[in-house]
């Protein structure tokens, strides 16, 4: 894309076929935008890869997740607009597998967004695909726009539904009300990647202190009735 750099990461991934819980990419920083704005704030680093071996959510996927690093030392209301995509490699540098490009928004909401369903388990296990159990991933990022809002006391309240609520808190507020909107549409009108971009929200919030149980259980059961939905005709956009 016109007006942006291109920031290529890439880390390795032995005994792969051994992992099972999360893997954290190191961190590392984007170039940004020609203009000069950077993803990092003085020593900061901006990004890490989450890899999930045996899926996040679902058992046959793998699933590829990029997420801004210490968001908390960025300015409040600070975005990033950014397409991205990744890339799977074996030992030799063969690219045996490669994601389609996502443009995203990234924000103290949502500081994370990538694929649930990456690419199958099986076609992992295909010869050729794992030399030596190794498994190299590549991402690929373009940052498009970089906002940061004023900074405010912290002290500051809004009025949200009748509630007061520090100011630092109403976007967290408004996006868990989105999120809340979302999960109350029928479940055969939502589409994968809205469900999956709601189970990454999901996280952020919960990781921001909120306690969310409920909207989980409610996320669930969203998950499950779309799925019998698919399985019995149902028609999903």
Known sequence: MEGQKQTNFTFEIDNFSEKKSVIRSPQFSSSGCECGCEWYKENYYTCFVKVYPKGDRVEDHLSLYLHVANPESLRLGWKRRASFSFFLLNQSGKVIHRTRELSSLFCAQVSGWGFQKAVPLKKLQEKGFLEKNKLIVKVQVKVAEVVDEAQVTGKETMDISGFQVLYSQTTYMNILLRLIDILNKPPHSLSETELSNAQSVLIDLTEAGF??????????????ERKKEIADGSRVK
């Open 211 to 224: 306690k969310l149980d409920w909207l989980k259980t409610k996320l669930d059961d969203v998950y499950l």
